[in-house]
Each structure stands twice: as structure tokens, then as C-alpha cells.
């Protein structure tokens, strides 16, 4: 079992940033891959970026070039830098652990709010 929890989220402006971070519990290297979901209501899950372990990334089309992932393995962290952030990423945000195992159900921290508003 991983436990996730996620800090970082609040309320900026258009055109501002915010750095979401998330903690393991456990080692980096006990899950295949880690990154964020966001979910606005009456909405799916959305995947937002993904690294897996080997620092492989991949992003959703609405936010490459303005999103970054990023991993500290010694620290056990996960990050997404969210720059030129718009009302559309208004939104909780969600970190993501997929485990090794396949077909294991995937970990899943709290949340956090993230509001852009001007």
C-alpha cells in the first residue's frame, strides 16, 4: 500500500503559477509510474502528466508547454509545475500511483483544490 498525499493548490490569477507537490509513503520505485488527474464536477478524471520511473513523461495536449513534471527518487516527491495557469485549469488535482503489479488498482491521493480566478 502507497499513500499519497498532495500540497500546493489555492487560488491565483490568470496567467500565474502554482507548484503541486506529493509525497509517498513509500519508495518511488514501488509503483511503476506517478502523476497528477484533475476532475472538475459533473466531469471525468482526466489525466494531466504522467513520469514513470525511468523519467519517461507525457502530458495532456491542453497543458503541455506550460506544465512540467518532475520526481525527486531520493525524496520520495512528485511535482507539476503549473505556469500561464487559465480559468480552465480550475480544477481538484489528484496524484496518481500506478503500481507495479498490473492489474492492481491504481493509488490515489486526496486532492487539492486549484482555483484560477481573476
Known amino acids: 500500500q502507497v499513500q499519497l498525499v498532495e500540497s500546493g493548490g489555492g487560488s491565483v490569477e490568470p496567467g500565474g503559477s502554482l507548484k503541486l507537490s506529493c509525497a509517498l509513503s513509500r519508495s518511488i520505485f514501488t509503483v511503476y509510474a506517478t502523476g497528477w488527474y484533475r476532475q472538475t464536477p459533473g466531469k471525468q478524471r482526466e489525466l494531466v502528466a504522467r513520469?514513470?520511473?525511468?523519467?519517461?513523461?507525457n502530458y495532456a495536449e491542453s497543458v503541455k508547454d506550460r506544465f512540467t513534471i518532475s520526481k525527486d527518487d531520493a525524496n520520495n516527491m512528485v511535482y507539476l509545475q503549473m505556469r500561464a495557469l487559465q480559468p480552465e485549469d480550475t480544477a481538484v488535482y489528484y496524484c496518481?500511483?500506478?503500481?507495479?503489479?498490473?492489474?492492481?488498482?491504481?493509488?490515489w491521493g486526496q486532492g487539492t483544490q486549484v482555483t484560477v480566478s481573476s
Open positions: 513520469i514513470t520511473n525511468s523519467g519517461v513523461t
Open positions: 496518481n500511483a500506478v503500481p507495479l503489479r498490473a492489474g492492481s488498482p491504481d493509488y
